[in-house]
């Protein structure tokens, strides 16, 4: 690629091509792709505007952010890293290293929560960038609800989110370890905790393993330590009739239900993603009997 004192005009589109050979060359998946929104960020454009201005010259501030981006990409840095963001559920939520990269595979638990009735009290364990209890509340008009991380920085990447998308009277924030410390109850409690398996971990794509907190990776030997932990601390939280949502992994549905339903919490149902993979472990807590 051309820096921006390069004596040539170079259109748009040639340096796209290029950093997506580069991309390529570095075993970046759908570089194309990337390399097309790497430089919409650079440019701050949007798609229609970059496909009607393709052939025209870049300008030298484009060049220069938009090889910065290529190479911290092609670097297997995440995109969302690069640009700050991610969309999910139809929302923008800033990302950085210190929150997980929402992906659409939790979409599935978002879509199964709101299948049941709103709820007025949600708590998110291990809330991350907030993505899930933000989402819910963005839904639920009526909704407040609690995000607990025991990460500082992630949570303070969680009230930015808040923030942004107006929901921060609407939403609070506090650090714990999964279920301490906390009495109120609650209509719904969703988490997407930690569930990769020691074996899995040295598996996973480089924008995972090396630039994803390992905090909120990590679940120990079978992947399921803090489904446990989780399990053993969450009833007294759940009101008569509340539910709960844990995001697992794929193939984990009877090892959790089985966890669940030690705990006294029958599992009533383990969804699939849209891949047809183990996603969400979904439990109903019985409504009180006279």
């Known amino acids: 690629m051309s820096g921006p004192g390069h004596a040539r005009l170079i259109a748009r589109a040639e340096l796209i091509a290029r950093a997506a050979a580069r991309l390529g060359a570095a075993g970046v998946p759908e570089p194309g792709r990337d390399a097309r929104l790497l430089y919409r ?6 798609g229609p505007g970059l496909a009607a201005t393709l052939r025209d010259p870049a300008r030298p501030h484009e060049i220069a952010r938009f090889e910065h981006a290529v190479a911290a990409r092609a670097g297997r840095a995440p995109l969302s890293h690069i640009v700050g963001g991610r969309l999910f559920w139809g929302r923008r939520f800033r990302v950085t290293p210190d929150v997980l990269d929402p992906r659409p595979e939790t979409e599935t638990l978002i879509a199964h929560a709101l299948e049941g009735p709103p709820a007025r009290r949600i708590l998110d364990l291990g809330t991350g960038s907030g993505c899930i209890l933000l989402t819910l509340l963005a839904e639920w008009p009526e909704a407040a609800g609690l995000g607990v991380d025991i990460s ?3 949570l303070a990447v969680a009230r930015q989110n808040a923030r942004a998308l107006g929901l921060a009277g609407r939403a609070g924030f506090r650090q714990g370890d999964w279920c301490g410390g906390l009495a109120e109850p609650f209509d719904l409690v969703v988490a997407n905790p930690p ?3 020691e074996a899995e971990l040295a598996a996973l794509e480089p924008e995972v393993r090396e630039h994803e907190p390992r905090l909120a990776l990590a679940g120990g030997p079978d992947g399921l330590d ?12 759940l009101s008569p009739g509340g539910r709960l949502m844990l995001e697992i992994g794929s193939g984990q549905g009877p090892a959790a239900a089985a966890i669940l339903a030690a705990a006294g919490l029958a599992c009533a149902r383990i969804v699939a993603d849209l891949d047809g993979r183990d996603r969400v472990a979904a439990v109903s807590h019985p409504e009180k009997t006279a």
């Not at 803090?226 to 939280?237: D, F, K, S, T």
């Open 226 to 237: 803090a489904v446990r932990r989780i399990a053993a601390g969450v009833g007294p939280l």
């Open 41 to 46: 960020w650079a440019a701050r454009i949007d």
């Open 152 to 154: 500082a920085a992630a």
């Open 195 to 197: 569930y990769v398996s």
